[in-house]
């Protein structure tokens, strides 16, 4: 009988060929030294640039409060600079396209 595609208990114990578990780290707050705050467009939501990876980056990123910390959420955007500069390239258009909506 073939063993293709399953694994004997011995390997099924030892974790074998399993992908590293994911670890939750505990969110960065404003005392980050990588993180340069920029303006708060909202009142949880706020515009950094901040070193991640070795990559400088535009973020723009929800907030919430947890045990009486500003915690960076999931939602949000982090933009290289090759893309902020994009964003930034069209930033008149983009005025253009708004000024004719209503807030």
């Known amino acids: 009988m073939s063993k293709r595609g399953k694994k004997s208990d011995d390997e099924a114990l030892s974790g074998g060929d399993e992908p590293p578990k994911k670890v939750l780290k505990s ?54 600079m090759d893309q902020w500069k994009i964003l930034r390239d069209h930033a008149d258009e983009i005025d253009k396209l708004m000024s004719g909506v209503e807030t």
Do not use: A, H
């Open 27 to 80: 969110g960065k707050d404003s005392d980050d030294p990588d993180s340069v705050f920029i303006c708060e467009l909202s009142k949880n939501r706020k515009v950094s640039v901040r070193n991640w990876q070795g990559k400088t980056m535009v973020d723009i990123r929800e907030f919430y409060l947890k045990d009486g910390k500003e915690i960076p959420g999931k939602k949000g955007i982090s933009l290289l």
